[in-house]
């Protein structure tokens, strides 16, 4: 399965990356550029359950591809789940469903930062992905 645009983007970006800091500031800016969740969209009906951060998600589907957006209270969890939103955007159901999570943040550079805590966090936040694609 070849990548969304944004996420080779993501990969080339990341994989250029001389070192950790970098990579932490990238992951910082990629969290910035998200655009924000509306306040009527930050509602307990689209918090994601699982996370230790309050991270809020919606998916719409156009044209058999899903569109998602996120947004969280943490800076860091941001720029995570912003990676993550590169990988899945554009994708279908089906290929939501073959996402490889640890292998997409190996690829980064990024597992080191995946405490299991936040992990956890960014399968619960691919699960509701994938509940929402059905």
Known sequence: MSLPADAAAALRIFQDASGWEQRARLLMQWGDRSPPLSDADKCEANLVNGCESQVWLVGRLHDGHWQFSASSDARLIRGL??????????????????????????????????????????????????ELAG
Do not use: C, I
């Open 81 to 130: 789940v912003a990676l993550l939103l590169a990988r899945v955007n554009g994708l279908s159901a089906e290929d939501l469903r073959q996402v490889d999570l640890p292998d997409w943040f190996n690829q980064l550079g990024l597992s080191r930062q995946l405490s299991p805590s936040r992990s956890n966090g960014l399968n619960a936040v691919l699960k509701r992905m994938r």
